[in-house]
């Protein structure tokens, strides 16, 4: 989960982290602090969320 301010929280599924492997959970892939590059792929107005690729 990632934290923009304000409220909005980012989401990043662990199926979206690799196309080819099973990510169990996102340790297996980033650290914290990683600087790792993001798309958007869904806005939820409703839920206050950003749901990340």
């Known amino acids: 989960m990632l934290n923009f301010g304000g409220n909005i929280e980012g989401f990043i599924r662990n199926t979206d982290f690799h196309w080819t492997k099973n990510i169990a959970h996102a340790k297996?892939?980033?650290?914290?602090?990683?600087?790792?590059?993001?798309?958007?792929?869904?806005?939820?107005?409703?839920?206050?969320k950003i749901f990340l690729g």
């Open 28 to 48: 297996e892939f980033v650290k914290k602090e990683d600087n790792i590059e993001l798309i958007i792929l869904e806005i939820s107005d409703k839920d206050r």
